[in-house]
């Protein structure tokens, strides 16, 4: 095994670095992966500009990068159900403790949970990286590493869709089409949503929607009001939707998510913005309308995994661009710049196929 472990650590706001640490050794329940495709998400991108997200502040060095899979390597001695050579999806978040959220099946809200790359614990996008078995899985022959490593976002659909309980013919009006809001396109269709309506500000990207399964597209200006934009929505869909999944985080979307959802329905929040917004409250709680938070997911890779195997559900569009982990700084800087979708790094010197 090469003794080099190419690693992305971002130092401070601003200092994003490669460099070559030593390759760990996997504790009894670890498994030492050989790290293959890492996407990047635009918390990374976040905490290379901005240095924090909310409450998790970068204070020492952290390797970033947690949408990701590999091979493993080599195996802990209490580890039963990997062997090497096993290609694995890694989900992120790994409990510390079994308190209270942990026993609920709720572990994603455990407040000491270990999660790749959210300061202080160091991510995945390096040659060699060891993780808990348990939140390892391993993944069927027909689908692919990038698949694998796109089970990351997938997750925060599934667990959207789930929040929002999307059922067969529900309709759904999705805010934002950026890697978030197509992946709950995606998942919202495959739970049988009958007529999914998308925003963004970006034509580009609603033309990729459409590509994915998306029935109706708007194209938001800045300026447009949340209550002509509801309307229009419900102009579109001949009703309100049932059902609004918000993924941009901005105030006015917040708002228009609220006014456009049917009375009695649901808008989830996944988008994170400031942390103070104004929203017509009044207006949702008189309608009888729940908004629901999301963090992140739990209990999704193995239905991820299901979904994919099956072909129900279909990740591989969302790869736009592909770079070496040597052009790590290269890949970020299109990701900041918000080119193409979701930006792919192949950790693999020997294997760069998807």
């Known amino acids: 095994m090469a003794q080099e472990n190419l690693s992305v650590v971002l130092h401070s706001q601003g200092d994003l670095r490669l460099e070559k640490r030593p390759v760990p050794e996997p504790g009894p329940n670890e498994v030492l992966l050989q790290m293959h495709s890492v996407g990047i998400c635009g918390s990374d991108v976040h ?33 039963k159900h990997l062997k090497v050579g096993d290609r694995v999806a890694i989900e992120p ?28 614990d160091d991510g995945n996008l390096c040659r060699y990286y060891t993780h808990s078995a348990n939140f390892c899985y391993k993944l069927p022959d027909n689908v692919t590493f990038e698949e694998g490593a796109l089970i990351e976002p997938l997750s925060v ?59 109706f597209q708007v194209t938001v200006k800045r300026g447009d009001g949340p209550q002509q934009l509801a309307k229009s929505v419900e102009d579109m869909l001949g009703a309100p939707p049932h059902i609004t999944i918000e993924c941009t985080g901005v105030e006015s979307s917040i708002q228009t ?22 929203i017509p409250l009044i207006n949702a709680a008189v309608r009888e309308v729940d908004i629901r938070g999301v963090f992140r997911y739990c209990n999704t890779w193995p239905m991820a995994i299901a979904m994919l195997a099956s072909g129900k559900v279909n990740v591989k569009p969302l790869v736009t661009h592909r770079f070496p982990l040597e052009q790590a700084v290269q890949a970020f800087e299109t990701t900041r710049q918000g080119l193409g979708i979701k930006v792919m790094l192949k950790c693999d010197q020997n294997d760069q196929n998807p």
């Open 257 to 278: 998510a609220i006014y456009a959802t049917r009375s009695g329905g649901v808008v989830v929040l996944v988008g994170l913005g400031s942390e103070m917004a104004t």
């Open 93 to 120: 978040g790994v409990p510390r403790e079994m308190d209270e959220f942990f026993k609920n099946g709720r572990y994603n809200l455990s407040p000491t949970i270990f999660f790749c790359a959210t300061p202080p």
């Open 157 to 215: 659909g599934i667990h959207a869709c789930r929040r929002a309980g999307v059922r067969l013919g529900s309709t759904v009006f999705i805010c934002g089409a950026g890697p978030i809001g197509l992946v709950c396109l995606l998942v919202a269709k495959a739970m049988g949503a009958s007529q999914v309506v998308i925003t963004d500000l970006f034509p580009e990207r609603l033309t990729v929607a459409k590509e994915l399964g998306a029935d």
């Open 47 to 79: 905490y290379w500009q901005h240095g924090r997200i909310g409450d998790f502040v970068l204070t020492k060095p952290m390797v970033l990068g947690h949408e990701a899979s590999g091979r493993v390597v080599k195996v802990g001695s209490a580890v």
